[in-house]
């Protein structure tokens, strides 16, 4: 499966979505979710994949689920790196993923950032988190239900982002996660707070088999 890297200004014609099918989808936040932490990571020598991700877009592919990562990157709008360097280091993680045997469906990436360095980066972009907009482009290119879909991150901006999609939201304890259960407030609630993607497989796992069954037993 080949994973394709989207901006947050890509293009895409909503009435596409017309006529085909709506598919639940994973959305996971990059940094602290899927690999270490690094401080504006582009260098792909330095990036470590925690030891559950692998096993975790395993079983989520196997159930079916759709995949993808969304992730700011106000490092290119601050000049640390370019989008060519984003493009090498994403690249270097899907192979990666491959080589453990798993995939993604997509990495939808928002390199914008309000007080940004470089001034064509420079403004309140739809597509940086919290907003949702990289959710909708996703949904928007691959027919995707977010009402139906899943986002699990290690910082509540990323929870924020699935709440107005309506998409069920997992704090995972990696990375930030533990920093931001503090600032947890009644409108960031997560639906799980789990240790590691681990847990969030699970339960997502869960879920995605009891609405499968009461879908059957709805036909008998």
Known sequence: MTTISWRCNSRCLPDLSKGYPQKPAVFFDRDGTLIAEEHYLHNPAELKLFPETIPGLQRLRQAGLSLYIFTNQAGVAHGYFTEADL???HQELVQRIAQG???LNGIFYCPHHPEAKLQKYRFDCFGRKPNPGLLYLAACRDHLDLSNSFVIGDKLTDLKAGKQTGAATILVLTG?????LTKITPETQPDLVAANLTEAT??????VGSNRTSVSDQHH
Not at 176 to 180: A, D, N, R, S, V
Not at 202 to 207: F, P
Request: charged letters at 30%.
């Open 101 to 103: 045997g798993a995939s």
């Open 87 to 89: 493009h090498l280091l």
């Open 176 to 180: 930030y996660g533990e920093q931001e």
């Open 202 to 207: 699970e339960w997502i796992l869960e879920r």
